[in-house]
C-alpha cells in the first residue's frame, strides 16, 4: 500500500501516541474519570491527557487540505449571512466539477486521499465544511484552542464561529436546509454543474440537491435506508433534553482510549497490519474529537431520512454505490434496497461491496475506493 501514512502522522509518531494512549487507558476507569476531571479543572478542557497530546500533535486537516481551503461567505434565505469553510481546487483547464458532501459529523479532510488522487486530471475540486462540523465549528470553549491544531488564522475562526453559532440557533440543519446551503456556494464560485461523491447522511443530502443543481454522476459511500423515518435511538433524544449527559457519554466512551466502542463501530480491525489498525484509529479517534456535541444534537434534533421516493425523477446519467460488508452503521441492506428502487427507475447503478471495510469506508479501503473511483470519475 503506497503512501499510508501522511509526513503528519509518521510511523514513529503513530508508536509514540499510542504508547500515550496505553498508559492513560491501563488504569481502572475510575482513575481515568479522574484524571479527565483534573484536566478539566486545571486546564478547562474535557480532555484526557492521550486526547490533549493528539489535538495538540496532528491537526484535523493535513496540509494538502489545508492549502485549498479558505472561508466563503454567503447569504441565506431571509438574508442570514453564513461563513464557512471550504475547499476549492481550481486547475487552468476544467474538463469537469466534482462536488464532495460530508456525512453527519463529518468534514472535507475524510475526502483527502481521494482528493489527492483527483488532483492535476484537469477536475475542479469542491468540498464545503456543513455548519457546525470540520472547520465550520461553532463558537466553543476558548480553552480547547490552546491544544486544538488550527487550519485558519484565529480572525476567520472567529468570523466563521459566530456566524455559524448564529445560523444554527436559527435554522434547523435539515437535509434541505443543507442541500441550500451548497447550492447557495456553488452559485457564490460560478459551478453550475457538478458530479457528486457523498458519504453516510451527506448522501441524503446530495440527494435533495439533485432537485437544485445538475448532476452528472453521483457516487454515493455508505448510505442510510431511505425510509423516510427518524432513527434515533430512545438515548438520543434524551440527550437532546439533557445535553450535558451526551458530552459525559461520550468523554466516558472515549476512556477506552483507541479500544472505544464507538472507534471500533467506524473501522474494521479484523486482520489489517498492526501499524496500518493503528493509523486508521488515531485518524478517526482525531475526527471524533473534532465532533462537536452541541451541534451533533442539533442535527439529531432534525434529523429524519429521506424516502425511497425522493430517489423518483432525478436526472443523472450514472450512479455508484459503494459500502463496506462490515459497516455496522448504514449495513450493505440499506445499499442494495437504494440500488434495487433505481434500477427499478430505469437507472443504471452499479453496487460495490468492499470487503474488510465499515462505516469509515475512505479510510478502511482508501486505496482500493479511490481507485475505484477515480477510475470511474476521469474519463
Request: proline share 4%; aromatic share 10%.
Amino acid at each position: 500500500m503506497s503512501n499510508e501514512y501522511e509526513e503528519e502522522t509518521s510511523p514513529s509518531l503513530l508508536r509514540d501516541l499510542s504508547s500515550i494512549n496505553d498508559q492513560v487507558t491501563s488504569p481502572p476507569r475510575w482513575r481515568q474519570l479522574l484524571a479527565v476531571f483534573k484536566n478539566l479543572i486545571m486546564h478547562r478542557v474535557f480532555l484526557s491527557d492521550f486526547e490533549r497530546q493528539l489535538v495538540s500533535r496532528i491537526a484535523n486537516d493535513s496540509d494538502f487540505v489545508n492549502k485549498y481551503s479558505k472561508p466563503i461567505k454567503i447569504i441565506y434565505d431571509g438574508g442570514i449571512e453564513l461563513t464557512l469553510s471550504y475547499f476549492h481546487y481550481v486547475p487552468s483547464k476544467i474538463r469537469k466539477t466534482i462536488l464532495f458532501v460530508h456525512g453527519l459529523a463529518g468534514q472535507t479532510t475524510q475526502f483527502e486521499y481521494l482528493l489527492k488522487d483527483l488532483i492535476d486530471k484537469d477536475i475542479e475540486l469542491i468540498s464545503i465544511d456543513l455548519p457546525g462540523f470540520g472547520n465550520s465549528k461553532r463558537k466553543v470553549n476558548a480553552s480547547y484552542k490552546n491544544y486544538f491544531k488550527e487550519s485558519h488564522s484565529r480572525e476567520t475562526i472567529a468570523q466563521i464561529e459566530s456566524s455559524v453559532s448564529a445560523f444554527l440557533q436559527k435554522i434547523p440543519p435539515t437535509p434541505e436546509t443543507l442541500s441550500r446551503i451548497i447550492e447557495l456556494v456553488l452559485q457564490k464560485v460560478s459551478i453550475n454543474e457538478v458530479s457528486i461523491v457523498s458519504h453516510s447522511y451527506g448522501t441524503h443530502v446530495a440527494n435533495k440537491l439533485l432537485k437544485r443543481v445538475k448532476t452528472n454522476e453521483w457516487i454515493l459511500f455508505s448510505p442510510p435506508s431511505f425510509t423516510g423515518i427518524d432513527h434515533r435511538s430512545k438515548w438520543l433524544t434524551v440527550f437532546i433534553w439533557f445535553p450535558i449527559l451526551f458530552h459525559l457519554f461520550r468523554s466516558f466512551d472515549r476512556l477506552g482510549g483507541l479500544n472505544s466502542n464507538s472507534l471500533n463501530r467506524y473501522i474494521w480491525t479484523g486482520n489489517s497490519p498492526a501499524l496500518w489498525t493503528l493509523f486508521k484509529k488515531l485518524k478517526q479517534f482525531r475526527w471524533n474529537l473534532d465532533t462537536d456535541s452541541t451541534a451533533y444534537l442539533k442535527y439529531i434534533q432534525s434529523l429524519k431520512l429521506n424516502k425511497l421516493d425522493d430517489l423518483d425523477d432525478i436526472d443523472v446519467k450514472s450512479i455508484d454505490i459503494f459500502v463496506g460488508s462490515n459497516d455496522k452503521v448504514t449495513p450493505p441492506s440499506a445499499s442494495k434496497t437504494a440500488a434495487e428502487y433505481l434500477r427499478g427507475k430505469n437507472h443504471q447503478v452499479d453496487l460495490t461491496e468492499l470487503n474488510e471495510c465499515s462505516h469509515s469506508i475512505m479510510l478502511d479501503q482508501k486505496v482500493e475506493l479511490s481507485s475505484c473511483v477515480v477510475q470511474k470519475l476521469v474519463h
